[in-house]
């Protein structure tokens, strides 16, 4: 399956915001396949263009007996059976310039993650792939400084390219959005932004070595992005997440998507009526 990502992320007739949203890492097919299904039939109903996330292994984790992954291949294959299953994107994060390749061939976007947006080699990696990019901006970057890390991605032949937005570090164990970031970004970068509604409200550095979160906050976070402008959302989810293997602390339950996407749906709408006033 080839799509034009560019022209699918505009695809929705009104104008509405995408959505890359799925589990934090592949845990099982059956997993998987589960929440696709649940998540097509909703963006269906509701016009959002739908790209499902899935990590086919975790490398950032705060301790060395956390849970990685199911093993490379076999995540890669899962992936390309929901892409195939529902005819749908995937995206996928990468964490060194070996596994561009790799991924590629399995899934339609690379996902940049935070802490390695600076790395050259990974985004150049990245973008000699010809996959669109989606690079998650560092908790240490003021948002215009997102326009190097995406003229890495142009210069090495691709304009595949959005930047995603998950919160800047707010003393040690904190983050914060700052709304203004949206239209920084896009002015500075001019691509797609897109907010990260999920990792925005996480923890990190708890003294457990288990990463916290928010969770009850994501609506907010996201409803608050789309009435500043962003383009897209990003969203983690899980049926159950007290029983997810990596991030529970931070996901929406898999439940609660349809109520959370209807009011976004909904403050699009109005955010595109002002633009026409």
Not at 44 to 53: A, D, E, Q
């Amino acid at each position: 399956m080839e799509l034009n990502i560019r022209d699918y992320l505009k695809g929705a007739e009104d104008g509405s915001f995408f959505l890359l949203a799925g589990p934090c890492v592949i845990e099982g097919e059956h997993m998987a396949l589960d929440i696709a299904e649940k998540m097509v039939d909703i963006t269906s109903r509701l016009g959002i263009p739908y790209v499902f996330k899935g990590s086919y292994r975790k490398a950032n984790r705060s301790r060395i007996d956390s849970f990685t992954g199911i093993g490379d291949e076999k995540a890669l294959k899962i992936l390309d059976k929901v892409r195939h299953t529902f005819g749908i994107p995937v995206v996928t994060d990468i964490h060194l310039p070996s596994e561009a390749e790799q991924a590629a061939e399995y899934v339609d976007i690379l996902q940049i993650p935070a802490f390695l947006c600076r790395q050259t080699d990974l985004l150049v990696a990245a973008a000699k792939t010809g996959k669109f990019i989606n690079i998650k901006k560092g908790q240490f970057l003021a948002p215009e400084s997102m326009k190097y890390a995406v003229a890495k991605v142009r210069e090495a032949g691709n304009d595949n390219v959005a930047v995603t937005e998950r919160g800047t570090t707010f003393g040690y164990q904190d983050l914060i959005v700052d709304m203004r970031g949206f239209p920084e970004m896009r002015q500075a970068c001019n691509c797609p932004v897109i907010i990260d509604a999920t990792h925005s409200l996480q923890q990190p550095n708890q003294s457990a070595g288990v990463t916290g979160g928010k969770p009850e906050l994501i609506s907010t976070i996201a409803m608050a992005s789309i009435a500043a402008g962003a383009d897209g959302v990003f969203m983690e989810t899980h049926r159950n997440p007290a029983e997810a293997k990596s991030d529970g602390a931070n996901m929406l339950p898999l439940g609660e998507m349809e109520r959370v996407l209807t009011k976004l749906a909904v403050i699009r709408c109005a955010y595109n009526e002002t633009l026409n006033i």
